[in-house]
């Protein structure tokens, strides 16, 4: 399921099944019968537009509107021809709109029953199902790549981190989607008890003006939220980095969410209890349970940091201390014991009289709506300081939790904003001071409230106002002080990387932070092995010695191609498997491998294409590494391997080994075997190659990394065997490139680049059953030199010059209207094919075969690409040159 998520024609075709399955269910909305006082259908009512009613005009929309969208479902069925997406993305939008003017409909009607509402629900989450489907079709469709994202991608694979994101993520649009059922606020009215819950709008029929408007402003932020969230869900399946990165920005975003949610609940339990209503609000509920999504994702983003320094090269980073946060911790807890702390004491004294009242935080922010303009600015005040002093709190945490590299100017944001909070309330009291002369009418106003009664004339007392306030001022300056003695504001330099949780090889977390303080201690690393891998291979060497003196043994001596052709024949059929190969298919094989280092075999699934070059092999005692290409492989990385900068080790895939080892073992022939190698497309991968094959034997060289490796023991240093200076591999002399190719819509086309670089073998029938089997014979040993011995001799003996060939002098004419031509390589490879061919076999004559096999495979086969006006006579030309293969090639054309 996970190899068809990467085909595009797949996600497309989900996609559309999905857009279709909203189409129906819109289908039925349209067919439900609306409530009371309506008993018809949308369907019913638009028939009636003539009565000119509001609901009949609303119907006859819809159902206009419905029919329309059968048009973006047809774009998008084309969308998957042309392999674009745009009509996925008209039609996604399309639907979102209809599905959001049902949900405003009902939201000033009420008329949908509650079944339609779950429906439109439905349609909603299998359009954000579409749109996760049409993101990974779009990458689908985009091969680019970056290395160095893909090193960091392969280390967060072997980590639980993008699960448990993916589960954050889960949670935070779960609380997202709480705020529909949490109340905004609830409060007394006429005596009754009113719950402002937004869900109520959709469900129970709310009328309510502002609840309907927040509604509907919440929903168009939910829905904002949640086409993000698809967004991220789809970059979990093929860009892990990104979608971490995506999912902070989408817990942030439903933080603000929350915080607005608890503002408005807040802002109508002020306005209620100004107008003499009992309000509360349970609105923060949300937005602190947010607030631990938030801790935990802090936690996972520190890892993730942890994982993404090990790609980056950095020789020093910058790390906040905890001693910045204790500080921004105590600062905050300072702030928030305003609300102990006696903002105003008033002392009222006539003669053996006196009485004092005290008003704390807590206390102006219970009373606010008894008391005076001026207290209730104080309440104001200390509502939006615990509010900004608590998100400045939750950021510094979760910034250093996360690693974040900006947490100092967190650190400063932090105690600034409350420093100044502190400061404004603190001179409040001072303010009442000053105008405690114009207070007297309010003062005795705030005794009265609190049943404290005054005897007499106001004029008879002596009344003192304080403040314990500016205590707190002096306690923040205080910790402001020695934040600056300190250089909490600054960042500590390290010259390695925090100790933190780094996978390790085997796909768990482990402690680093002993191995990187053990390791760094002795800089000359005295026992260090930066590819484990080669060094496996280099203690084998004694072991590679045994095995080809083993192989020797069954050494073939005065053998000609003629000879080798008949045994592999002979081989294969009584083998094991019992394979049929004929001479001719062997031969074109062998004239292949001796015409080009590389073979291409191509055709459909089961005609032995993988098992030729295993069978040629395990006949002549040479050695076949089959590499399984991925359709993932983006580029030469896949193929050759990654080095980390961070553990600085070099980690080499399959192949590169495959070459080690050949490189080790130069006197055996070797096949490295890519099996369905254009699953992905052959230049992004192995364009290296390619070029290497314009070399001289002697110049390929392939440059693995731009450092040099060397295992180091007990400070010796021990070179790699295989590596020229630490990091080159040359490509061994005795080593061919075969690949295997499919050609089914699954696959990427093979380009001209690679074809003219290679021998290309096709297969187009299943191989008949072998019957006349016998017992298996023994094999025999071909080394690398008795082979190029057989192919030199072979292009040195043979009589066929290309240049001068008739034969191909009329396929070039016939074919230059089809700006078909081919240049020198080919003509050498044509001529090298022939001679092989030809020695392959003792006295039969095979030039013409051998010719015709050649320009089919090279030349003639590229009129599967160019528009044919005259079939029949083309067929005709090749018929007079006697080339049937060619012939029947271009009617197999004709008949695609």
Not at 464 to 491: E, G, P, Q, T
Not at 524 to 544: H, I, R, Y
Not at 650 to 657: D, R, W
Request: charged letters at 20%.
């Amino acid at each position: 399921m996970k190899e068809l998520l990467k085909k595009s024609w797949f996600t497309g075709l989900i996609t559309i099944g999905l857009l279709l399955l909203v189409f129906f269910l819109n289908l039925w909305i349209l067919s439900l019968k609306l409530n009371w006082p309506y008993s018809e259908s949308f369907w019913e009512l638009a028939k009636d537009l003539s009565s000119g009613d509001f609901i009949n005009i609303i119907a006859f929309i819809f159902t206009l509107l419905f029919y329309i969208s059968i048009l973006p479902i047809l774009i998008s069925g084309i969308s998957i021809i042309k392999k674009n997406n745009k009509g996925f993305v008209i039609s996604m939008i399309y639907f979102i709109v209809f599905e959001t003017l049902l949900i405003v409909f009902q939201s000033i009607s009420t008329y949908l029953s509650v079944f339609a509402i779950v429906l439109i629900i439905l349609n909603v989450v299998f359009t954000l199902g579409a749109f996760v489907m049409l993101i990974l079709r779009g990458k689908n469709m985009d091969h680019t790549i970056d290395p160095k994202k893909e090193a960091k991608e392969v280390l967060l694979k072997n980590t639980k981190i993008p699960l448990a994101v993916l589960i954050v993520d889960l949670i935070a649009v779960i609380i997202l989607v709480s705020t529909f059922v949490f109340p905004v606020y609830s409060a007394v009215i006429s005596n009754t008890i009113y719950h402002s819950v937004l869900a109520s709008v959709l469900f129970l029929g709310e009328t309510r003006i502002e609840v309907v408007i927040y509604f509907l402003v919440n929903f168009a932020l939910f829905l904002g939220m949640v086409l993000y969230f698809a967004q991220c869900i789809s970059y979990y399946f093929y860009d892990k980095e990104s979608f971490i990165k995506k999912s902070k920005t989408l817990i942030s975003y439903i933080f603000i969410v929350t915080l607005v949610f608890f503002l408005s609940g807040l802002g109508m339990v002020i306005y209620h209890t100004l107008i003499g209503n009992i309000a509360q609000t349970i609105a923060y509920i949300p937005m602190l349970l947010n607030s631990v999504v938030i801790f935990v994702f802090s936690v996972l983003m520190g890892k993730f940091h942890a994982i993404n320094h090990s790609v980056i090269n950095t020789a020093k980073v910058r790390f906040a201390r905890i001693e910045s946060l204790f500080y921004v911790i105590v600062i905050t807890a300072i702030t928030g014991l305003m609300l102990l702390l006696k903002i105003i004491k008033i002392d009222i004294v006539s003669g053996s009289y006196t009485d004092t009242v005290e008003l704390t935080g807590i206390a102006i922010l219970r009373d606010y709506a008894s008391l005076d303009p001026g207290y209730r600015i104080i309440a104001f005040v200390l509502v939006v300081m615990l509010i900004a002093s608590g998100i400045f709190l939750l950021a510094a945490i979760s910034s250093y939790l996360a690693k974040y590299r900006k947490f100092d100017n967190i650190v400063k944001s932090a105690t600034m904003i409350n420093i100044f909070f502190i400061f404004i309330i603190s001179i409040s009291g001072y303010y009442f001071q000053i105008g405690q002369q114009i207070d007297k009418a309010i003062i005795l106003d705030i005794f009265s409230f609190y049943g404290i009664p005054v005897p007499g004339s106001i004029n008879d007392y002596e009344y003192l106002i304080r403040s314990d306030a500016i205590y707190a001022l002096i306690a923040s300056v205080a910790v402001l002080v020695i934040m600056f003695l300190r250089k909490a504001f600054d960042h500590e330099e390290m010259n390695i990387f925090e100790p933190a949780l780094l996978p390790a090889s085997d796909g768990k977390i482990e402690d680093t932070s002993s191995k990187l303080s053990s390791d760094t201690d002795d800089e000359s690393f005295s026992t260090f092995d930066p590819c484990p891998a080669f060094s496996e291979l280099d203690k084998k060497v004694d072991g590679f010695g045994k095995d080809l003196e083993k192989r020797k043994s069954q050494k073939t001596k005065d053998k000609t191609l003629h000879e080798l052709v008949h045994f592999v024949v002979e081989y294969a059929k009584n083998s094991r498997l019992h394979l049929s190969y004929t001479e001719e298919d062997i031969a074109t094989f062998v004239a292949g491998l001796g015409a080009s280092k590389l073979s291409i075999l191509q055709g459909m699934s089961g005609t032995g294409k993988t098992s030729l070059p295993k069978i040629f092999a395990e006949a002549i005692l040479a050695n076949c590494d089959i590499i399984e290409v991925e359709s993932s492989w983006k580029d030469k990385n896949e193929l050759l391997g990654y080095y980390n900068e961070f553990s600085m080790k070099y980690t080499p895939k399959k192949f590169t080994l495959a070459l080690y080892k050949a490189a080790l073992n130069q006197d055996i022939f070797t096949f490295i075997l890519l099996d369905e190698m254009n699953l992905s497309r052959i230049e992004y991968y192995f364009s290296d190659f390619l070029s290497l094959m314009e070399n001289e034997e002697h110049q390929r060289e392939l440059k693995l990394i731009n450092i040099k490796l060397a295992r180091k023991e007990e400070g010796n240093e021990i070179e790699y065997l295989a590596l020229n200076e630490g990091h080159t591999l040359r490509i061994p002399p005795n080593v061919w490139f075969i690949g295997t190719a499919n050609r089914d819509e699954s696959t990427f086309v093979i380009s001209d680049k690679v074809y003219d670089r290679a021998q290309t073998m096709n297969f187009t029938k299943r191989a008949p059953k072998v019957r006349n089997y016998s017992t298996p014979i023994s094999q025999q040993y071909y080394d690398y030199q008795t082979m190029n011995n057989l192919f030199v001799e072979a292009k040195k003996n043979g009589n066929f010059d290309a240049e001068n060939s008739e034969l191909i002098k009329s396929v070039e004419a016939l074919l230059a209207p089809f700006n078909i031509s081919f240049g020198n390589r080919i003509l050498k490879q044509i001529e090298d094919f022939v001679n092989i061919y030809n020695a392959c076999f003792d006295s039969k004559d095979v030039e013409s075969e051998a010719i015709e096999k050649i320009l089919l495979s090279k030349v003639v086969a590229k009129l599967e690409v160019k528009t044919i006006d005259d079939k029949e006579k083309l067929e005709m030309e090749f018929e007079k040159l006697n080339l049937r293969q060619c012939v029947a090639f271009i009617k197999r054309l004709d008949n695609e």
